[in-house]
């Protein structure tokens, strides 16, 4: 009886929270043919950066070790 009703609670709140998702803007529907073209221009364009940053060569890592300073000596 436990283990059904852990189930259940999981899967209620999995489903609030696509509900939740779609009805705060989350998942948009449109016909429209403008909003269509825009969409996929910004793909391609988020597409074209994540493949030049694929292709830029690495940058190397910086030495993060700390310099330790001596202190002077009093005169």
Same mark, same amino acid.
């Given at each position: 009886?436990?283990?059904?009703?852990?189930?259940?609670?999981?899967?209620?709140?999995?489903?609030?929270?696509?509900?939740?998702?779609?009805?705060?803007?989350?998942?948009?529907?449109?016909?429209?043919?403008?909003?269509?073209?825009?969409?996929?221009?910004?793909?391609?364009?988020? &597409?074209? &950066? &994540?493949? &030049?940053?694929?292709?830029?060569?690495?940058?190397?890592?910086?030495?993060?070790?700390?310099?330790?300073?001596?202190?002077?000596?009093?005169?």
């Amino acid at each position: 009886m436990n283990k059904v009703s852990l189930a259940i609670l999981i899967s209620l709140s999995a489903l609030t929270g696509a509900v939740h998702a779609q009805t705060e803007g989350g998942v948009i529907m449109s016909t429209d043919p403008q909003k269509v073209a825009q969409f996929e221009q910004h793909a391609q364009e988020v &597409q074209a &950066q &994540q493949q &030049q940053a694929a292709q830029a060569p690495a940058m190397p890592m910086k030495d993060h070790t700390k310099h330790h300073h001596q202190k002077k000596a009093a005169e």
